[in-house]
């Protein structure tokens, strides 16, 4: 009878050195593939991301406003009439016309700068009376926005040699109901955000609109004396 040799069991300890070794080899492998799929599902820098973001065209919208939505209402608005010119009384029966259109009246006299005003008018204004001045332009058209260093939101109107009417209240509702393009948006130019929605009127422009018979315009052109 053969007597085959026996074979020597390994250590236990050798066996448990082997399967923690592969464990570990395993898990390694495994660790290492994970960070490899998430690498190619995630942007490659945040650089990049902001940069496409920022790459993307900010909206510029244009939207057509009449001065009648934007402006305020005559009732709203107090004013200095005053007379640059050497027509006795002038300053006071443009005031009352004005006063019908709804303006409040303060001071009615001469010019107190004594400026000479060859045109038809000067409104003078500080930037909070900067709309008021606006809607003044509509009844005074051809006149001169002339801004100045004012807190109030008192206007000044100082009537020039060329005045002859302070326009009536058709053509002026006509005049303010035509729309002009108004731009806002962060993707606006600062030349197209800060350029004003309204602005007041030529003499021609004005002139042009239909006057409805029912509704005469008041003429104010006194003579000298």
């Known amino acids: ?9 390994r250590p236990i300890w050798l066996i448990v050195l082997m399967v923690a070794v592969g464990t570990v080899a395993l898990f390694g492998i495994g660790f290492g593939l994970s960070l490899l799929i998430r690498g190619d599902n995630e942007p490659v820098a945040d650089g990049t991301v902001a940069g496409s973001a920022a790459a993307v065209p900010q909206p510029c ?9 934007v402006l305020p209402r005559t009732s709203k608005i107090t004013i200095n009439v005053y007379n640059a010119t050497k027509r006795s009384g ?8 004005l006063h019908t259109r709804g ?3 303060k001071e009615v006299g001469n010019d107190p700068e004594e400026q000479k005003v060859t045109g038809v008018a000067e409104i003078r204004y500080g930037p909070k009376g900067e709309a008021g001045a ?13 801004p100045i ?35 806002s948006g962060a993707g606006c130019s600062s030349s197209l955000a800060s350029a004003p929605a309204t602005v007041a009127p030529t003499a021609a422009a004005a002139s042009a609109a239909p006057a409805p018979s029912m509704s005469p315009e008041a003429v104010v052109s ?3 004396g």
Request: aromatic fraction near 4%.
């Open 149 to 183: 260093d004012r807190k109030k939101k008192l206007v000044d109107v100082v009537i020039g040699k060329q005045f002859t009417e302070v326009l009536g209240d058709a053509k002026v509702a006509a005049a303010m109901a035509s729309p002009s393009p108004s731009a």
């Open 222 to 224: 006194p003579s000298a």
């Open 134 to 146: 606006q809607l003044l332009g509509f009844y005074l058209p051809g006149a001169e926005l002339v």
């Open 61 to 69: 919208i244009t939207t057509m406003i009449t001065p009648a939505e």
């Open 103 to 105: 303006f409040l009246i």
């Open 90 to 97: 002038l300053a006071t029966s443009t005031a009352d016309v």
């Open 1 to 9: 009878m053969i007597r085959h040799p026996r074979r020597r069991r």
